[in-house]
């Protein structure tokens, strides 16, 4: 087809609430590397949102999945599902928890967490049910991980919204414990803020928090939908910090394009859940968990932790160039791993520069506080790093 005729398709059927969409409809990719309808090869550095993390046609991955619906694809949750369990002891083994849950997404992984959390203080004859979020964070599209998203601009539309989830600011830990009572059960959030513009926790306030709940006996929860599965150049970001939560969210990169998503806990904490407590009808099927362990063995059996991380120092130190060179545009370069924002003067929207780009055959993305966002597969290289700079030089240039 025509990319107008999809567009024409799209138009008439399709409801409108991702707007008017970038004009192109890719249809192939190759490491690195996306294919559009019209034939045009770009550079992809947004990787599905976080998601295409071993890239495009990987051929183990392609004879994994192959295998697998050649076989059965789901069955339910009513039986025993081989590579379900063995993608639990993959993750549980990397990560350091003792128990994990799969759901189809990352907001089904939150509001899992969620309801664990409330769970384990109901089991303890405790009414606790507030949860502490971070202003400006996002964790999701349902109601109740809406709710515990700190951004207005997303809830307004939605009010009433879910009750009992109190916003602070994002590194302040005076605001954190100012904000916890007596029916606070669990502190929310992400190691680093995705949506919100790239913004790491600092370390002083991660461990602070960790401290805070060891304290007050409350449980910490950290949302690594998008910073976790290797993205920093750890298997979770918060090991970077040295912190251990008792609930972690994954999702996005977990199953390298299938959608899958998992949430962690210690044994615990998950030993709240009882039979019938939670489910899913489709989650952590048998073509899911095939792509997940096969994913999980990638980042676990080979060096490739590692040269996320390098690659990622290198990128960000390119980045930091850029900022030098051109400090009235780019003011600040931040992030971690392969996870990596450039904020831009508001006097320069981003989208302007992300078409900009587009035609220069790279895709990026954006985030909050008008930032690129760069969350390219990890089988990017450092020369399409620096194509991609190069790109963004000349753009600089023009403005």
């Known amino acids: 087809m025509q990319i107008k005729d999809i567009i024409a398709l799209d138009d008439k059927y399709y409801m409108g609430v991702f707007g008017k969409r970038f004009p192109i409809c890719f249809v192939d990719g190759k490491g690195s590397s996306l294919i559009d309808s019209q034939g045009k090869v770009y550079t992809d550095f947004l990787g599905g949102i ?94 109740a991980t809406l709710s515990a998203t700190g951004q207005a601009h997303y809830q307004e539309p939605y009010h009433p919204l879910v009750p009992t989830f109190v916003h602070v600011p994002f590194n302040d830990l005076q605001a954190v414990k100012a904000a916890v009572t007596d029916k606070t059960c669990a502190i929310l959030m992400e190691p680093i803020q995705g949506e919100g513009g790239v913004i790491p926790a600092q370390a002083e306030f991660i461990q602070g928090v960790r ?114 060179k051109f400090p009235n545009i780019a003011l600040q370069a931040r992030g971690d791993g392969l996870m990596l924002g450039l904020q831009i003067t508001p006097q320069v929207p981003v989208k302007d520069i992300v078409v900009a780009l587009q035609q220069k055959g790279y895709i990026i993305g954006t985030a909050g506080g008008n930032t690129l966002r760069f969350v390219p597969p990890y089988v990017i290289s450092k020369a399409d790093i620096d194509g991609l700079i190069a790109a963004l030089e000349k753009i600089f240039q023009m403005l």
């Open 50 to 143: 976080a998601v295409n993390c071993l890239g495009y046609s990987d051929p183990g991955l392609i004879q994994t999945l192959q295998d697998q619906v050649a076989h059965v694809m789901h069955t339910s949750n009513y039986f025993y599902v081989e590579t379900q369990a063995l993608a639990a002891e993959k993750l549980c083994k990397a990560t350091g928890f003792d128990k994990v849950f799969f759901s189809n997404s990352g907001a089904e992984a939150l509001e899992g967490a969620i309801k664990l959390a409330r769970k384990y203080f109901h089991n303890k004859g405790q009414e606790k049910y507030e949860i502490i979020t971070m202003k400006n964070s996002f964790h999701g599209r349902t109601l």
């Open 211 to 324: 401290q805070l709940c060891n304290e007050k006996g409350i449980l910490m929860i950290a949302d690594e939908v998008q910073c976790g599965m290797g993205r920093t150049g750890c298997m979770l970001a918060s090991q970077k910090y040295g912190v251990k939560p008792d609930i972690v969210t994954l999702a996005k990169a977990l199953g390298g394009g299938v959608p899958i998503g998992a949430f962690l806990a210690t044994e615990e904490v998950a030993a709240a859940f009882a039979p019938g407590d939670h489910g899913s009808t489709f989650g952590g099927n048998h073509l899911a968990t095939a792509a997940a362990n096969y994913v999980l063995g990638q980042l676990m059996e080979t060096d490739m932790l590692k040269k996320i991380a390098a690659l990622g120092a290198y990128f960000k130190e390119k980045l930091q160039e850029l900022v030098d």
